[in-house]
C-alpha cells in the first residue's frame, strides 16, 4: 500500500515539477527574447541532458547579439513561437548526448540552421508541391523511387527538412535525367553490358584481373548481407595476392575515426569541421577489428593477411545528426559524412603516396556512398584519380538496381541466380554508361545458408 501511495505521488510531482521550470523557457522565448538564456538553460539542466553549455557572454537575442536570421524569423507569424519550441523539444528528446558532442547555444543554432536556409511555411509546401510534381511526371520513374530510400522528402517543417528537401530537388532532377538517358539508350544498354557468370571463385579472380592496374576502386554493399561481405573480403584479398608488389590500402565506413574531444566542445551538424592530421585515421589493429560490432569478420580477415585498413566513419558527427534528428534526412546526411570522408581519405593518401606512390587505394562502404547515381557520391571528390566503383548487389536486393527496374526479373542475370557473375559496360558509351548507371562493375552474389540463418538471426534480436 505504502509502495502504491509513493508512486501516485510521484505521477502527480514530476509533471508539476517540469511545468515549473519549462514553462518560463517557453514564455520568456515568446513574451519577453532577452530572457530565454536563463530560462532555457535552467528549464534543460533539470532533466540532465549532458553538455549543453549556455555561456554568460553569448547572450540569446538580447541586444546586439541578435543575428539577421532571427530578424527575418520574427517577421513570420508563429515561427519564432515554432522554432523555440522545436529547439527545446530537440534537446528534452535527446537524453544520449555525449558531453563531447554537446549542443551549442540557442542563438548560435538558430544562426548557423536558418541564417542560409530559411524557408517560409508557405515556401516550403511550394517545395514539397514540387518534389510531387516531379515524381508524378514520369510514372515509371516514379516506380523506380520505391527502391531509392534517398528520395523520400521531410514534410513536417523544420530546418533539416529544409535542408533535406531542397537537397532532394536537385538530386531528383539529376537522378530522372540519368533515369531517362538510360531509359532511352538502345536496347537500354543490354547490348553494351557484357556479363561472366561462373563460380565465385573464377569470378573473383577475372574481376580482380580487370581492376589490379587501378589507382582508386570504391566497393559498394547493402548492409547486413553475409554474402557480399564475404565477396568483398575475397576480392580485396585477390587483388593483393595479383599486386604482390603493390601496398594496399582500405578505407572503411565500418571502422570509426578517434574521437577528437577539443575540437567538437559546443558544435552542431552545422557548424561542425573535422580537422584532419596524422593521428586522425590510424590504422586499424587486430584487436580493434575484433571488437567491431558490424562487417567484423572481413575487417579481421583483411587485417591478418597484413592489407592496411584504416577509419572513415567520424562518430561525433554521427551523434550531431542524431541530436539534430537528421536520421531520416538521407541526402543531407549523406552528403555530410561524404565530406569528412574525402578529406580523411586525400590527406592518407597524399601521406602514403610520398613513399608508395603506386599504392592502390580501396573504399569500402555503403552503395548509398559510392553510386554514381546519388549526389555527393564519393566519387565525384576523387574526379582527377578516375575511380572505378563496383556495386554488390545480393540476389534478394537486386532490384534496386536501375537495370532490374528497367530490364525485368526474366533478364538471367537477375533471375534468383545460383551463379555469382559480374557485369561491365563495352563500346565507345561505356563510360557514359557506367556514370549515367552508377556502376563501373555490377556483382552479384547468390544467396548461401549461412547467409540465410545469419539474416534470420538478426531479425529475431531485432524484434526482441
Partial sequence: MRKSYLFFMLCLTVPAYAQK????????????????????AKGISAVGVPGLNLPPDAAVFGGRNVPAAYERIKRLPGADKFLLREFIRKQLSKPFLTPYASVTNWRKHQAASYESSLQTPEEFQATLRQIDRMTLQDPDFKKFLFFRPEASLLSDYSAEAVLNNKLLVSHLQYLHQKFNWMKHYPNQGRDALHSV???????????????????????????????????????ILELKKQNPNRRIVVFSEFAHLPVAGPQVVNQTAETYYRRVDESTS???????????RYARDVLLRLVRAQVEVYPLEDVVLIDLLKAANRQKAMLLQVASRNKIWARVMEYKMAQIRKTDPDALFIVYAGLGHVNRQRQYPLAAFFAPEKPVTVEFQFDPFVKKNILHFLWGEEVPLFARPLRASFSYWTGED???????????????????????LQRKYVSFINSL
Fill in 21 to 40: 521550470n519549462l514553462l518560463p523557457a517557453v514564455r520568456a522565448g515568446m513574451a519577453r527574447p532577452a530572457g530565454v538564456s536563463q530560462h532555457l
Fill in 197 to 235: 557468370i561462373s563460380s565465385w571463385g573464377n569470378v573473383v579472380r577475372q574481376l580482380a584481373g580487370r581492376l589490379r592496374q587501378e589507382k582508386l576502386i570504391m566497393l559498394g554493399e547493402g548492409h547486413y548481407q553475409l554474402e557480399v561481405q564475404q565477396a568483398v573480403g575475397d576480392l
Fill in 430 to 452: 561505356a563510360s557514359l554508361l557506367a556514370r549515367n548507371s552508377g556502376f563501373d562493375y555490377l556483382v552479384v552474389v547468390p544467396h548461401s545458408l549461412k547467409g540465410k
Fill in 282 to 292: 590510424p590504422q586499424l589493429s587486430v584487436e580493434q577489428a575484433q571488437q567491431k
